[in-house]
């Protein structure tokens, strides 16, 4: 026994350990999702989805998991070999490693780090790296014009998205995730959307900014995670399948696991900017390590709801419109709030 | 409009009809699925579908107009005349009984379901069911034998039409002979004459149970 703590006490243990927990909660949440998702779809398109495989079909993500496992793996012929084994693993590297300054509870952060939200954007842009390689590779133009679109339009979207977050760290003062989310505790009414714990005029002042720019964050978030209206990546009935056409098997699988916990990843972010991480909406009442982590993931999951409602009601943008939005709208926008975020928290 | 009002009223348009449609999309979420579990629980049909067809093989006379009828000619029926010596029972509308019909296949791939032939029938004893799960793993389990005389039973009944055919004939034989000797006893004539209508007699009864066994003609 005491061998046992001595080891779980080592150092490099230790981390190793840390490290599982976010991946243990990819791929519970992954099958979960997955499984939410076309119950979700299924029902706003007045269907039933899974009812064949256990209750509700609730064992499917699973058997669709072995299937998966089980697939045979064919590499093209022609296909860049190197770079099309990695794509998958950087796609997924790229999302996990931004799990590290996640703050899941009071009591769980992977690493409390300053540069905490800083150093997520960046780890998270190495998903367009993974993809435009996944494409490349592929030596197919469904999947190069996949990855091309894939990386035009992360890239444009980025900007907006990371002057949300600029317009948030200036109000905090912070990059850390868990300083964050700690200013904003203390009940509903110091979420960032609200206004955030500040006196009642700048509160007040701050509001409908954080609201915009909450609006346009979690656009730019969609079109970050590559999803509906935003999925011209992978618009199906243009691209086939877009950068993962050729993918096939466990590759297939880990390109799906990685778009799966982008969307938890970029919905996390939205609640630790602007809903109050994983405080409790009623103060100190259910709050606790526990309790914390259960907030932090049902907001999480609550976003990663309105993301699938949002997939399901939308259709579609063209490329062009999918360009206005960013340049045209969202970045703007993002700029104006900024500058009126910077003369509040100066005043 | 200047193009600013045009911009920030594309926006306003792009965010209410958005909203618009999450409220649809929502609320259809919440309202009862239309998706019937299929092989769980199954739809009531409508009371005069057609599907199968079924014979009642009881009820059959022989007639064959099912077989004319029916305009992909997916019925095969062979029929053959019973003696009148032969009791075939009745049918429930209290039709008797006078023709051995020694096979009744249906093809029901070639069924197009039209139920032509169930309004022909004198007795009622076609008819389209409601069942329409019946597929197979082998086409020729489509052919349905509704006949249900086993070989020997046709073999029987060929006998006895054959010895009843003779019985006939050789009737028929002895009264033409008779009317031939009586005519020509009556004329005092020579008599060649009786062998003629013999001749042509027999092998006209003879033949007549092959007859529906002739191409179905056209109707």
Sequence with gaps: ?347 | MTALTIYFNDIYRAISSALIGMRITIRQMVSPTVTLQYPHEKKQMPDRVRNRLYMNYDDCIGCELCAKACPVDCIEIEVMKAPPTETLGETSTGQKKRIYVTKFDIDIAKCCYCGLCVFPCPTECLKMTDVYEFSEYDRNNLIYNFGTMSPVDVETAKLKVKQYDEEQAAKKAAAAAQAAAAKAAAAAQPAPAPAVPDAQVTPAQSEQPKGPETPPTQQ
């Design chain 1, 1 to 347: 026994m005491e061998n046992i703590l001595a080891f779980l006490n080592e150092p490099a243990v230790t981390m190793v350990l840390l490290a599982l927990i976010p991946l243990v909660f990819i791929l519970v949440y992954a099958l979960v999702t997955i499984y939410f998702e076309m119950k979700v779809a299924a029902h706003i398109q007045n269907r039933l989805a899974y009812m064949e495989t256990g209750w509700h079909g609730v064992i499917q993500p699973i058997a669709d998991m072995l299937k998966l496992l089980q697939k045979e793996d064919i590499i093209p012929t022609s296909a860049d070999k190197f770079l099309f084994i990695l794509a998958p693993y950087l796609v997924f590297i790229g999302t996990y490693a931004s799990f590290a300054v996640m703050p899941f509870s009071s009591g769980f952060i992977g690493s409390n780090i300053d540069l905490g939200i800083f150093y997520l954007v960046a780890a998270s842009s190495l998903v367009v790296v993974g993809l435009l390689m996944a494409g490349w590779a592929s030596n197919n133009k469904w999947s190069l014009f996949g990855a091309l679109r894939s990386a035009a339009q992360i890239v444009s979207y980025e900007i907006p998205g990371v002057l949300a977050i600029l317009g948030v760290v200036m109000v905090f003062g912070t990059m850390n995730m868990q300083t964050m989310t700690q200013m904003q505790d203390g009940g509903i009414q110091n979420w960032l959307i609200i206004g955030g714990n500040f006196p009642l005029g700048q509160k007040l002042a701050l509001f409908p900014f954080m609201f915009i720019l909450f609006i346009i964050y979690l656009l730019s978030s969609m079109a970050e995670v590559n999803r509906t209206p935003f999925d011209l990546p992978e618009a199906e009935s243009e691209l086939v399948q877009g950068y993962n056409t050729e993918y096939s098997g466990m590759k297939f699988a880990i390109f799906y696991l990685a778009e799966y916990a982008n969307l938890f990843l970029v919905s996390a972010i939205v609640v630790v900017m602007f809903f109050g991480g994983w405080t409790s909406p009623f103060g100190s009442f259910m709050s606790g390590t526990v309790w914390s982590a259960f907030w932090f993931v049902l907001k999480g999951m609550s976003f990663v709801f309105l993301n699938i409602w949002l997939r399901w009601t939308l259709p579609r943008l063209r490329v062009d419109q999918l360009m206005y939005v960013s340049w045209k709208v969202l970045t703007p926008f993002a700029l104006f709030c900024v500058i009126a975020i910077g003369f509040i928290m100066v005043i």
